[in-house]
């Protein structure tokens, strides 16, 4: 007996050890990516490009709701965006006729190195790539 519990010792500081090596890669793909965002906020900045209102919508994108928030979309669509207080929202909110009179409060979210992971192909693309063209569409978008 003491062998198999010695064996599922051993077995669990390997789980552990595996699940603290993967939170130390995520936290620092997650300050990379909040980099990217803030740079992101200089260059449109700089660019003169200024930070609109941001709306939040239901998840068939037919109804808008008010956040408070100033920033700029990243995707056309607008489920995405980068406030000027350098958080980044996603924008999907619930369908809610109180929403509409009152508006909603969205908090930032960890933005990711790699956007719409798992979505259909096509649609995933590097962090810093997505901000980039962002930043070339300038006031087109």
Not at 9 to 25: I, P
Not at 127 to 140: F, I, K
């Amino acid at each position: 007996m003491s062998g198999e519990s010695s064996w599922r010792e051993r077995r669990g500081d390997v789980v552990r050890a595996q699940a603290e090596a993967l939170a130390r890669k995520q936290a620092a793909e997650t300050e990379r990516a909040k980099e990217i965002v803030a740079e992101f906020v200089a260059a449109m900045t700089s660019a003169g490009i200024a930070p609109g209102p941001l709306r939040a919508r239901a998840a068939d994108g037919a109804v808008r709701y008010k956040t408070g928030l100033r920033g700029w979309y990243v995707r056309r669509n607008q489920a995405m965006a980068v406030g000027e207080d350098g958080g980044f929202y996603l924008m999907d909110v619930p369908r809610s006729a109180r929403s509409r009179l009152a508006g909603v409060r969205i908090a930032p979210s960890d933005p990711p190195l790699q956007v719409g992971v798992g979505a259909r192909d096509g649609e995933s693309m590097p962090l810093e790539r997505l901000l980039r063209q962002r930043l070339e569409a300038g006031t087109d978008f």
